[in-house]
């Protein structure tokens, strides 16, 4: 079963909790950009002691999405009471730049 990944970009209070700016660490390598700005990370879930990351990749072969999702998992076990980390690799909805932080997507010319 596909989980229905939430309406996005990450709304700017959002990407003020902390543990988005922790995600935000993570840097896609090709473009040099952290993956909460490119809109990559579509939902990050909390409850006990678990979290659930919603994502998804600029295209379906990315070549380095498994070193991101390591990463990915790497920094969200740093997350206060977190024991658990799970990743929801998703495609729908696609990516898009429109997904992007305006600010990041204005500095690559997209």
């Known amino acids: 079963m596909t989980k229905k990944a939430k309406q996005f970009p990450v709304p700017p209070e ?9 995600l935000n660490n993570v840097i896609d390598p090709e473009l ?3 993956i909460v ?3 990559l990370i579509y939902d ?7 979290v659930e990351i919603t994502m998804t990749f600029t295209s379906m072969g990315c ?7 390591a990463q990915v998992e790497e920094v969200a076990e740093e997350i206060p009471d977190v024991e658990k980390v799970s990743i929801n690799l998703v495609w729908e909805p696609a990516w898009t730049a429109d997904r992007m932080n305006p600010d990041v997507r204005a ?4």
């Open 14 to 22: 959002q990407r003020t909790q902390p543990y988005w700016a922790l």
């Open 32 to 34: 040099g950009v952290g």
């Open 37 to 39: 700005d490119l809109g």
């Open 44 to 50: 990050v879930d909390i409850k006990d002691g678990c």
């Open 63 to 69: 070549p380095v999405g498994p070193s991101i999702i």
């Open 107 to 110: 500095m690559l010319a997209i």
